[in-house]
Nanobody, 123 residues
Framework: VQLQASGGGLVQAGGYLRLSCVAS????????MGWFRQAPGNEREFVAS??????NYGDSVKGRFAVSRDNAKNSVYLQMNSLKPEDTAVYYC???????????????????WGQGTQVTVSS
């Protein structure tokens, strides 16, 4: 399974971006999918997930970000609104091919990872 994340860029605070994650060699509709981010010097942080448990968000993005899945395009998206400078990070999508993760916030439980896409929010 290969995951290709895209859609990052430079945006001003208060702006928005939409990240995409396209899967090849696997079927997103049957996977648990997650989004994580990592800023320099920080640990990898949970952003959002969609899996057998439903949809979950990290506390810092609740109400601003929305995750969705398009099975026809074998893709997962992360709509990011009201962006803040502290949202600046490399964003990664991840897949759990068995869709059995009980704690989707734990990045070590995901099998497959995309290469990451840089999001930079200027103040």
């Amino acid at each position: 399974v290969q995951l290709q994340a895209s859609g990052g860029g430079l945006v001003q605070a208060g702006g928005y971006l939409r990240l995409s994650c396209v899967a090849s060699g696997g079927t997103v509709s049957t996977y648990g999918m997650g989004w994580f981010r990592q800023a320099p010097g920080n640990e990898r942080e949970f952003v959002a997930s969609v899996n057998w448990l439903g949809i979950n968000y990290g506390d810092s993005v609740k109400g601003r970000f929305a995750v969705s899945r398009d099975n026809a395009k074998n893709s997962v998206y992360l709509q990011m609104n009201s962006l803040k400078p502290e949202d600046t990070a490399v964003y990664y999508c991840a897949a759990d091919s068995n869709d059995r993760i009980r704690n989707p916030r734990t990045f070590e439980l995901y099998e497959y990872w995309g290469q990451g896409t840089q999001v930079t929010v200027s103040s």
